[in-house]
């Protein structure tokens, strides 16, 4: 079954940076897009950014230009760098494996938490 696995929140201060990282076991047959989602305290799971494949992305307006996704194929790993952090950026951060292929099964991570301080 795919689990992919977060890492790399934590506390920081307003105006500070964090990279998020996303990884999972490769499986044969199976080809993915990544995104990344938040949930605040209290509030619903937002969409953040999105991968392709091929390489094109998609961001929320509210990270537009502050968050950064890319990803490497070769480690089956996506990444958030997170730039010019505010504390309404402070969320549970969770990855999303979505299958490009038929069959295969969408997977959620279990989140990491970043905490931004004013």
């Known amino acids: 079954q795919v689990q992919p696995v977060e890492s790399g929140g934590g506390s920081v201060q307003a105006g500070g940076s964090l990279t998020l990282s996303c990884t999972s076991a490769v499986y044969i047959g199976c080809s993915y897009e990544w995104s990344w989602y938040r949930q605040a305290p209290g509030k619903g799971r937002e969409f953040v950014s999105h991968i392709e494949r091929a390489g094109g992305t998609a961001y929320a307006d509210s990270v537009k230009g502050r968050f950064t996704i890319s990803q490497d194929n070769r480690k089956n790993t996506v990444y958030l760098q997170m730039n010019s952090l505010k504390p309404e950026d402070t969320a549970m951060y969770y990855c999303?494996?979505?299958?490009?292929?038929?069959?295969?099964?969408?997977?959620w991570g279990q989140g990491t938490q970043v905490t931004v301080s004013s």
């Open positions: 999303k494996m979505r299958p490009r292929t038929t069959g295969c099964s969408e997977a």
